[in-house]
């Protein structure tokens, strides 16, 4: 059967460069904070080995800023998450859990610090505009919050820094991770990260107006010919290969950030106020997400993990990974059931398959896996 | 060019009726609360006039309910909305506003009251689940949030009654419109109101187990064959021509209720604890949503509303209906530009076309039109 087409309304939004993703050929969306995400141009395949190779060219438009700007800004992005920021300074990008009061997730940002007064969270899937403003107006903070026109612009893979700099000049060169500088394009400002949910390396540019986002994306593909640029997204293959997790899917709001992995980005020890930070402290995690390996290519017939005939886990994301020839999952297991285990099945159609379980991000070599 | 295809993921759920719904050739789909939501069959054209001559069985799991639970729910809700819920009863169902202290809308769910400590909030396509959560933490209420895994099933068109007493019993048949009775399925009792997003009459089974879910999919197509059963989903014709607003689309948050004509449900003159009624009082309107009609087929070359060469509204939803060989449009129109207005010009491939401004719903009599 056809997979269903994707129907698009106001409510569904398009972006500034959806003319552009269109004209490049783009096979399938997702949606992503209401918004049109690409999902696969050529073939997830070959969208993959050109990103590790060249570079993309990615519409994260998606990626939605939730600003938040007043004397109370740094207070309220503190209270939001357990990771401390009190060392936060300009020019610092964050990856922080947002967690609420039982320690649970609403989102997992990337916080840009502007100025003490003025912070953007990059946001995934979820209306965070909704719960800053609801604790701001609950607490009565001195803010103002709103999701302004930004949309954030991929240039991700080897080849990205060589791109960028073409264009933004050589300062590109002097950002360093997780950093950013407001570089101008035809003479305005825009921030320009070294950042990306991709382990190839690269920058976002976050566009701030549309007309000149599509004549940075046209400017994009005319100087970057010599290096092979292409249309891109966020690749399945790749970021589960870097052990990049997605929220909604691998992490939702009755995980903590303990139990998938995030454990270095909780201050437990920090004196900060903030609102998970107690609950944190006490809570035990019961569950666990790993990394699961199946040296063939299996059709699963469900999502779930097995130790023999018993559920102890279920698969958030699941890929084919041609590098390794290999059937990638990441899998949120029963803590105690999964602890020092190192086997578990998995149901295919030919019944239960012994997979391997494995620590995030997957250790290719320790698995005796080559790439 | 195709349109391309949805990708879908954990992060984008299905429903427990998906499977159903695929068995059913469903040909396309939008996402809503982060789920799948049919948004064709047939064709547009033949699912809407199968839904004002029949019966269709709606998958619209995506209104996901927010349970607010506790000492403080009520008084929870009535802040959210600037609706006088003080004579609210169990077994009523009430469709309201949420709005900031602003008076910008936040959601325009369903209200459904099951006693003064227990409310669910069914809900259109923004997380308010989070914005509940942050006032309520923010504002120290004694609640309980969550989103419980409830998938409503509509049954909707002029043979929706007959089919769902059939299942349900002649109870059915006493519930009246915007209530509810909790009626047994298989022995689970089960939320059965008569609401749904058409105006063709009908009901929505508040499904609470996925297994007894398939399970009444299947009964209401075996026991509806004469009734000429068949699936559906919301449908854009039916629903303008109906008059009714979507979230995302036609409102949004910088508009508040009197801009897109929901007087009816603000209670400017109620003592009530809201949040934005007195921003409500206030506010001039400074927006209208209206209706346009074009009385022949148009390719529009853009989405907005033109007083000869100015700009002066955007078109929100847009739709050829078939009854009335007439193209449809919403348009959030600048209030003042609007006034008293009875022709605007809408931009097409052959350059700027007259077009009829009108109130809504559609008075189509008025208009001269005969379905």
């Known amino acids: 059967m056809m997979t269903p087409q994707i129907t698009t309304s106001k409510r569904l939004r398009s972006t500034p460069f959806t003319s552009r993703v269109e004209a490049c050929g783009v096979k399938?969306?997702?949606?992503?904070?209401?918004?049109?995400?690409?999902?696969?141009?050529?073939?997830?395949?070959?969208?993959?080995?050109?990103l590790c190779e060249y570079v993309q060219i990615w519409d994260v438009s998606c990626e939605r800023q939730v600003e938040i700007i007043g004397p109370d800004a740094q207070k309220l992005v503190q209270k939001m998450t357990p990771r401390d920021l009190s060392k936060a300074k300009t020019g610092m990008c964050f990856y922080i859990p947002l967690c609420d009061e039982t320690g649970g997730m609403i989102n997992d940002p990337i916080?840009?610090?502007?100025?003490?007064?003025?912070?953007?969270?990059?946001?995934?899937?979820?209306?965070?505009?909704?719960?800053?403003?609801?604790?701001?107006?609950?607490?009565?903070?001195?803010?103002?919050?709103?999701?302004?026109?930004?949309w954030?612009?991929?240039?991700?893979?080897?080849?990205?820094?060589?791109?960028?700099?073409?264009?933004?000049?050589?300062?590109?060169?002097?950002?360093?991770?997780?950093?950013?500088?407001?570089?101008?394009?035809?003479?305005?400002?825009?921030?320009?990260?070294?950042?990306?949910?991709?382990?190839?390396?690269?920058?976002?540019?976050?566009?701030?107006?549309?007309?000149?986002?599509?004549?940075?994306?046209?400017?994009?593909?005319?100087?970057?010919?010599?290096?092979?640029?292409?249309?891109?997204?966020?690749?399945?293959?790749?970021?589960?290969?870097?052990?990049?997790?997605?929220?909604?899917?691998d992490m939702s709001f009755d995980t903590t950030p303990f139990e998938v992995g995030l454990d270095q980005y909780v201050s437990l020890d920090?004196?900060?106020?903030?609102?998970?930070?107690?609950?944190?402290?006490?809570?035990?995690?019961?569950?666990?997400?790993?990394?699961?390996?199946?040296?063939?290519?299996?059709?699963?017939?469900?999502?779930l993990i097995y130790q023999d005939d018993f559920v102890i886990g279920e698969i958030t994301s699941m890929v084919w990974s041609p590098r390794y020839q290999s059937q990638l999952a990441f899998a949120l297991c029963d803590l105690s059931a999964i602890s020092s285990r190192t086997h578990v099945h998995v149901r295919s159609n030919d019944g239960l398959k012994q997979a391997r379980v494995t620590k995030l991000p997957f250790d290719f070599e320790a698995l005796g896996l080559k790439g």
């Open 28 to 50: 399938g969306y997702t949606v992503y904070n209401h918004m049109l995400l690409p999902t696969v141009f050529r073939s997830l395949e070959e969208d993959y080995w050109h």
């Open 111 to 150: 916080a840009i610090k502007h100025n003490d007064n003025h912070w953007w969270l990059s946001i995934a899937d979820t209306d965070v505009m909704l719960w800053a403003k609801g604790l701001a107006t609950g607490m009565d903070f001195d803010v103002q919050i709103c999701e302004p026109d930004i």
């Open 152 to 249: 954030p612009l991929g240039i991700q893979g080897p080849k990205a820094e060589e791109l960028t700099a073409r264009v933004f000049g050589k300062e590109v060169n002097d950002i360093r991770f997780f950093r950013y500088k407001m570089l101008a394009y035809k003479g305005t400002e825009m921030l320009v990260a070294r950042s990306g949910w991709s382990k190839q390396g690269g920058f976002e540019i976050y566009v701030n107006d549309p007309d000149l986002g599509r004549d940075l994306w046209d400017e994009l593909f005319r100087v970057g010919k010599d290096l092979n640029v292409g249309p891109g997204c966020p690749n399945q293959i790749e970021r589960m290969e870097s052990g990049l997790l997605s929220f909604g899917s």
């Open 270 to 303: 920090a004196r900060i106020d903030s609102l998970s930070i107690t609950a944190l402290r006490k809570r035990n995690p019961k569950k666990k997400l790993v990394g699961i390996v199946v040296n063939e290519q299996v059709d699963f017939s469900d999502n």
